[in-house]
């Protein structure tokens, strides 16, 4: 009997449910959504309150400005969401690892990942241990919640699943596929306040076309990511001091 394949699907947790699908119902990931490639599923981190006001959050311990998301009720709600153990847990968090275009691959690879997204200072480290979730981040700033960012990876993922882009972009000429930034874009008309489009993206000659896109990746990369550059495959680590 042939293995049940199932779609994609993030589960996000959040106080503000009515957030989502925001963004992700339009454009390539909405209507990716919309024909059953993926399935978003938001979940109110309230609805695991106990108390008579529903209460999610509470003072930080030792004392500090604003709140912090209680341990107990998002430990309640993450195991009411998610009964397998394979799936990635993961929490937006400012403190996380950054983001990049290799975990969004892994990510869209597997069965898609539960979510949290944080509020107020922040949720209780008891819950980030005892329910092992990965943090991750979109950037060195602060947003003022997770949801935006979960919005972020979701994106990212969707549009690598099988069948969102279609043939026309196979997503290996993008940027930080290769461990490049993108080489320049250009279309109609042929010429924009007085700028021509590069002579040789005219000429028809594959090859020539190919070798001015990957030496303008490269440049673009060089000048604006050295980071990105010092990083890629078979390149030399620079000298450290602490080298023979
Ligand atoms: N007090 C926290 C700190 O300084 O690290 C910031 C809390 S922030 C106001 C509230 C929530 O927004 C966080 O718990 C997290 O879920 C989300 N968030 C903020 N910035 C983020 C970022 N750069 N990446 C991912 N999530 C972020």
């Known amino acids: 009997?042939?293995?049940?394949?199932?779609?994609?699907?993030?589960?996000v947790l959040t106080l503000f449910p009515e957030m989502f699908p925001g963004?992700?119902?339009?454009?390539l990931a909405g209507k990716a959504l919309a024909s059953g490639l993926w399935v978003l599923e938001a979940r109110d981190i309230r609805d695991s309150a106990t108390d008579r006001h529903r209460s999610v959050d509470d003072t930080p311990a030792g004392g500090g400005p604003g709140m912090v998301l209680r341990a107990d009720v998002l430990a309640a709600a993450i195991d009411v969401a998610d009964t397998s153990s394979d799936r990635p847990r993961l929490l937006m968090s400012p403190r996380g690892r950054p983001l990049t275009q290799s975990r969004?691959?892994?990510?869209?690879?597997?069965a898609g990942p539960l979510i949290v997204c944080g509020r107020f200072e922040g949720i209780d480290q008891r819950v980030i241990e005892a329910r092992r979730?990965?943090?991750v981040s979109i950037g060195d700033y602060v947003l003022s919640g997770g949801e935006i960012a979960a919005m972020t990876l979701i994106d990212a993922c969707v549009r690598l699943l099988p069948g969102v882009m279609g043939k026309l972009a196979s997503g290996t000429d993008e940027s930080f596929s290769q461990g490049l930034l993108e080489y320049p874009q250009y279309t109609r008309p042929q010429e924009f306040e007085g700028q021509p489009i590069p002579e040789i993206l005219l000429s028809g000659d594959h090859a020539r076309v190919a070798a001015w896109r990957q030496a303008e990746a490269e440049a673009l990369t060089r000048a604006r990511r050295p980071d990105l550059w010092a990083a890629r495959p078979g390149q030399k680590r620079p000298k450290s001091p602490t080298d023979g």
């Open 1 to 11: 009997m042939a293995a049940e394949t199932k779609n994609w699907r993030a589960t």
């Open 23 to 27: 963004p992700l119902g339009v454009s």
């Open 104 to 110: 969004v691959a892994e990510l869209a690879a597997g």
């Open 133 to 135: 979730l990965e943090e």
